[in-house]
């Protein structure tokens, strides 16, 4: 699929002149790959997973019967009710502007 987005607008690539030297560059790329020197240090490779994410994982995919924003503990619930007052103080804020154009 790359093959065919560059063989089509590789002319156009080509032909913008202020891009100077990056059109063939780019033209040339078929993938874009992070060298090994900008991954993260520590990182683990493809299929593994580390400690931590095993317990979350384990933790968010237990059965009992908790929606999945609320299965992170008590910060997630003071999230949540937070995010939920904010959100009705911003609907009932928004109404009574409304209101107050209609009628003045």
């Given at each position: 699929m790359q093959r065919i987005f560059y063989s089509k607008f590789r002319?156009?690539?080509?032909?913008?002149?202020?891009?100077?030297?990056?059109?063939?560059?780019?033209?040339?790329?078929?993938s874009f790959?992070?060298?090994?020197?900008?991954?993260q240090k520590g990182a683990v490779g493809p299929g593994k997973l580390t400690p931590?994410?095993?317990?979350?994982q384990q933790q968010f995919q237990a059965d009992n019967d908790k929606p999945v924003f609320l299965k992170g503990g008590s910060m997630?619930?003071?999230?949540?009710?937070?995010?939920?007052?904010?959100c009705v103080l911003g609907t009932l804020g928004?109404?009574?502007?409304?209101f107050g154009y209609i009628i003045a």
């Open positions: 002319p156009i690539l080509c032909d913008i002149t202020k891009w100077g030297a990056i059109a063939p560059m780019l033209a040339e790329t078929r790959q992070a060298s090994p020197d900008l991954r931590k994410m095993a317990k979350l997630d619930s003071i999230l949540y009710r937070l995010t939920l007052v904010l928004d109404l009574w502007l409304f």
